[in-house]
Protein backbone atom coordinates (compact mmCIF):
# COMPACT_ATOMS: atom_id res chain seq x y z
CA UNK A 1 0.00 0.00 0.00
CA UNK A 2 1.41 3.76 -1.21
CA UNK A 3 0.49 6.44 0.50
CA UNK A 4 -0.82 9.74 -1.11
CA UNK A 5 0.88 12.74 -1.82
CA UNK A 6 -1.37 14.46 0.52
CA UNK A 7 -0.59 11.55 3.21
CA UNK A 8 3.31 11.76 2.67
CA UNK A 9 3.38 15.48 2.96
CA UNK A 10 1.81 15.50 6.34
CA UNK A 11 3.69 12.34 7.21
CA UNK A 12 7.00 14.94 6.62
CA UNK A 13 5.40 17.84 8.39
CA UNK A 14 4.58 15.90 11.25
CA UNK A 15 8.31 14.72 11.26
CA UNK A 16 9.81 17.81 11.38
CA UNK A 17 7.06 19.44 14.20
CA UNK A 18 8.72 16.24 16.08
CA UNK A 19 12.20 17.06 15.54
CA UNK A 20 11.43 20.69 16.72
CA UNK A 21 9.69 19.73 19.54
CA UNK A 22 12.64 17.44 20.44
CA UNK A 23 14.88 20.14 20.06
CA UNK A 24 12.95 23.02 22.24
CA UNK A 25 12.65 19.89 24.85
CA UNK A 26 16.54 19.30 25.00
CA UNK A 27 17.04 23.02 25.41
CA UNK A 28 14.46 23.21 28.33
CA UNK A 29 16.44 20.32 30.49
CA UNK A 30 19.44 22.09 29.75
CA UNK A 31 18.36 25.10 30.51
CA UNK A 32 16.73 24.22 33.97
CA UNK A 33 19.65 21.82 34.91
CA UNK A 34 22.08 24.73 34.51
CA UNK A 35 23.83 23.31 31.35
CA UNK A 36 25.90 20.49 33.55
CA UNK A 37 25.73 16.97 34.26
CA UNK A 38 23.76 16.03 36.92
CA UNK A 39 25.83 13.49 37.44
CA UNK A 40 29.48 15.05 37.14
CA UNK A 41 28.99 19.21 36.68
CA UNK A 42 30.80 18.93 33.60
CA UNK A 43 29.46 21.55 30.81
CA UNK A 44 30.41 20.08 27.52
CA UNK A 45 29.31 17.50 24.80
CA UNK A 46 25.91 17.50 27.10
CA UNK A 47 22.69 15.20 26.00
CA UNK A 48 19.34 15.21 27.38
CA UNK A 49 18.52 11.91 28.27
CA UNK A 50 15.40 10.67 27.83
CA UNK A 51 14.27 8.56 31.66
CA UNK A 52 11.56 6.86 30.27
CA UNK A 53 12.43 5.92 27.02
CA UNK A 54 11.20 8.97 24.18
CA UNK A 55 9.09 5.92 22.32
CA UNK A 56 6.60 6.25 25.06
CA UNK A 57 4.94 8.94 23.76
CA UNK A 58 2.60 10.10 26.53
CA UNK A 59 6.07 11.10 28.18
CA UNK A 60 8.69 11.96 25.44
CA UNK A 61 8.12 15.98 26.29
CA UNK A 62 7.25 15.95 29.37
CA UNK A 63 9.99 18.23 31.42
CA UNK A 64 10.06 15.62 34.07
CA UNK A 65 10.92 12.91 32.41
CA UNK A 66 14.15 14.57 31.06
CA UNK A 67 17.74 14.85 32.67
CA UNK A 68 21.09 16.45 31.22
CA UNK A 69 24.31 14.15 31.13
CA UNK A 70 27.84 14.30 30.01
CA UNK A 71 28.56 12.28 27.36
CA UNK A 72 30.17 9.92 29.46
CA UNK A 73 27.42 9.35 31.80
CA UNK A 74 25.15 9.25 29.17
CA UNK A 75 26.48 6.51 27.11
CA UNK A 76 29.94 5.22 28.55
CA UNK A 77 30.59 4.90 32.13
CA UNK A 78 30.02 1.36 33.74
CA UNK A 79 29.60 2.98 36.98
CA UNK A 80 26.73 5.16 36.48
CA UNK A 81 24.97 4.94 33.14
CA UNK A 82 21.59 5.10 32.22
CA UNK A 83 23.05 3.19 29.38
CA UNK A 84 25.44 1.02 30.63
CA UNK A 85 24.39 0.48 34.16
CA UNK A 86 20.88 1.43 34.40
CA UNK A 87 20.69 0.03 38.46
CA UNK A 88 23.38 1.95 39.63
CA UNK A 89 21.85 5.51 37.39
CA UNK A 90 17.83 4.23 38.63
CA UNK A 91 19.44 4.17 42.35
CA UNK A 92 21.80 7.34 41.77
CA UNK A 93 18.37 8.88 40.83
CA UNK A 94 16.37 7.97 43.84
CA UNK A 95 19.18 9.69 46.08
CA UNK A 96 19.88 12.76 43.96
CA UNK A 97 16.73 13.50 42.62
CA UNK A 98 13.75 12.27 44.47
CA UNK A 99 11.25 14.81 43.45
CA UNK A 100 11.62 13.43 39.76
CA UNK A 101 11.90 9.63 40.44
CA UNK A 102 9.13 9.72 42.52
CA UNK A 103 6.69 11.52 39.89
CA UNK A 104 7.80 9.31 37.21
CA UNK A 105 6.77 6.15 38.96
CA UNK A 106 3.82 7.82 40.02
CA UNK A 107 2.95 8.67 36.50
CA UNK A 108 4.37 5.52 34.87
CA UNK A 109 3.17 2.76 37.08
CA UNK A 110 0.74 4.66 39.16
CA UNK A 111 2.66 4.00 42.60
CA UNK A 112 6.32 5.36 43.73
CA UNK A 113 8.39 2.25 43.92
Not at 35 to 54: A, E, Q, V
Not at 76 to 91: D, E, Q, R, T, V
Amino acid sequence: MTLSKEARILARAAKRVEKELDIAFSAKIKQRDEWKCCICGKSDNLHCHHIIPREDRIFRHDVNNGITLCCFHHKFSLGISPHKNSFAFYMWLMAHRPEQYNYLSRSYFGAAI
